[in-house]
């Protein structure tokens, strides 16, 4: 079955971030149990289209106003096209755009009651936020709601829950909250919380409710221990939503599956970005963020199908 996939997020004519990040990954076949997977559709509205991500010196672009995304969905619904098999968006920082989104959402989840979300609340990291604080209420009482599948780091986290998370009880009980509030299947992308394997791994968890064919609930808790590489890389987040919800549509009922298939190709990816950058800078040079652009054509075998790296811990598994 051909699966469509509308992709809401940024665009950049030189580089990979937002929907340059996203689309290449989901649209590759891929190997499950030695059966070839098909790619997915991907047809993408770019919220912004910028000349190269913002980590560089310069740049230049233009943004899609509240207005003109309308005017785009529109053209698509005329031609009676608005059918999707999952959404996905990332970064946003206008409210106006945003609830436009949201109602788009709607009215796609209306048409196709099994629409998947997979939302990457994008609002910041490190204790910063870098978008607009008028945005935090949209993304409680409106985005993830909505939300199938949630990705946000720490503090994304924190911020939609009101909650720290100081150990790793703190972040059971923050998945559960964000779990309250609509996402079945919600992954903490990335925590400061200290990893059992040193300070060289960051540490992230996820969890996943399923409902059992005999009505009862039962939920997955996983944990990894991913290594960490010492440098700045932009488009990270938008390949993991991605790569998120790739692997979760060939592995729906196994969180600790799709979440070592995807921890792992970004793994392969990083590992051969970091290792050109390096090349390129030459010796004792700290590569340019050109240099760091993710490698992702030359990923395509991993994405297709990763050797797994990093292997999930299951935490707890509980019937309800």
Same mark, same amino acid.
């Given at each position: 079955?051909?699966?469509?996939?509308?992709? &809401?997020?940024?665009?950049?004519? +030189?580089?990979?971030?937002?929907?340059?990040?996203?689309?290449?990954?989901?649209?590759?076949?891929?190997?499950?149990?030695?059966?070839?997977?098909?790619?997915?559709?991907? $047809?993408?509205?770019?919220?912004?289209?910028?000349?190269?991500?913002?980590?560089? /010196?310069?740049?230049? /672009?233009?943004?899609?106003? %509240? !207005?003109?995304?309308?005017?785009?969905?529109?053209?698509?619904?005329?031609?009676?096209?608005?059918?999707?098999?999952?959404?996905? =968006? /990332? #970064?946003? +920082? $206008?409210?106006?755009?945003?609830?436009?989104?949201? $109602?788009?959402?709607?009215?796609?989840?209306? %048409?196709?009651?099994?629409?998947?979300?997979?939302?990457?609340?994008?609002?910041?990291?490190?204790?910063?936020?870098?978008?607009? !604080?008028?945005?935090?209420?949209? #993304?409680?009482?409106?985005?993830?709601?909505?939300?199938?599948?949630?990705?946000?780091?720490?503090? !994304?986290?924190?911020?939609?829950?009101?909650?720290?998370?100081?150990? !790793?009880?703190? %972040?059971?009980?923050?998945?559960?909250?964000?779990?309250?509030? /609509?996402?079945?299947?919600?992954?903490?992308?990335? =925590?400061?919380?200290?990893?059992?394997?040193? $300070?060289?791994?960051? @540490?992230?968890?996820?969890?996943?409710? &399923?409902?059992?064919?005999?009505? =009862?609930?039962?939920?997955?808790?996983?944990?990894?221990?991913?290594?960490?590489?010492?440098?700045?890389?932009?488009?990270?987040?938008?390949?993991?939503?991605?790569?998120?919800?790739?692997? *979760?549509?060939?592995?729906?009922?196994?969180?600790?599956?799709?979440?070592?298939?995807? @921890?792992?190709?970004?793994?392969?990816?990083?590992?051969?970005?970091?290792?050109?950058?390096?090349?390129?800078?030459?010796?004792?040079?700290?590569? *340019?963020?050109?240099?760091?652009?993710?490698?992702?054509?030359?990923?395509?075998?991993?994405?297709?199908?990763?050797?797994?790296? @990093?292997?999930?811990?299951?935490?707890?598994?509980?019937?309800?």
């Amino acid at each position: 079955m051909e699966c469509r996939v509308l992709s &809401i997020q940024s665009h950049v004519v +030189r580089g990979y971030v937002g929907n340059k990040s996203a689309t290449f990954p989901l649209q590759v076949r891929r190997t499950g149990s030695n059966v070839q997977v098909l790619g997915f559709e991907v $047809d993408s509205i770019n919220s912004v289209q910028f000349s190269n991500h913002t980590g560089y /010196g310069h740049w230049k /672009g233009q943004v899609l106003t %509240a !207005e003109e995304l309308n005017v785009l969905y529109e053209g698509i619904k005329l031609n009676n096209v608005n059918h999707y098999d999952y959404i996905l =968006t /990332g #970064y946003s +920082r $206008d409210i106006s755009f945003l609830e436009t989104v949201v $109602d788009i959402i709607k009215e796609l989840k209306k %048409a196709n009651p099994s629409l998947v979300y997979v939302c990457d609340p994008v609002m910041g990291d490190q204790g910063a936020m870098y978008v607009p !604080e008028n945005l935090l209420p949209v #993304y409680k009482n409106k985005v993830v709601p909505l939300a199938d599948i949630l990705t946000p780091n720490q503090f !994304e986290a924190e911020l939609l829950t009101g909650r720290k998370i100081n150990t !790793e009880e703190d %972040a059971i009980e923050v998945m559960d909250l964000l779990h309250k509030m /609509g996402p079945e299947t919600v992954v903490l992308t990335s =925590t400061d919380l200290p990893s059992k394997q040193g $300070d060289q791994f960051l @540490v992230a968890l996820g969890s996943q409710k &399923i409902k059992k064919p005999d009505g =009862t609930n039962t939920d997955q808790k996983i944990c990894m221990d991913i290594p960490k590489v010492d440098a700045v890389f932009v488009g990270t987040g938008d390949l993991f939503a991605a790569l998120m919800l790739a692997w *979760t549509h060939q592995h729906p009922k196994d969180l600790k599956t799709a979440c070592e298939k995807t @921890v792992s190709v970004m793994h392969h990816v990083i590992k051969r970005t970091i290792t050109y950058a390096n090349e390129m800078a030459g010796p004792g040079k700290r590569p *340019t963020p050109a240099q760091l652009e993710l490698r992702m054509v030359q990923s395509k075998a991993d994405i297709e199908n990763p050797a797994i790296v @990093v292997e999930a811990k299951l935490l707890q598994k509980s019937s309800q």
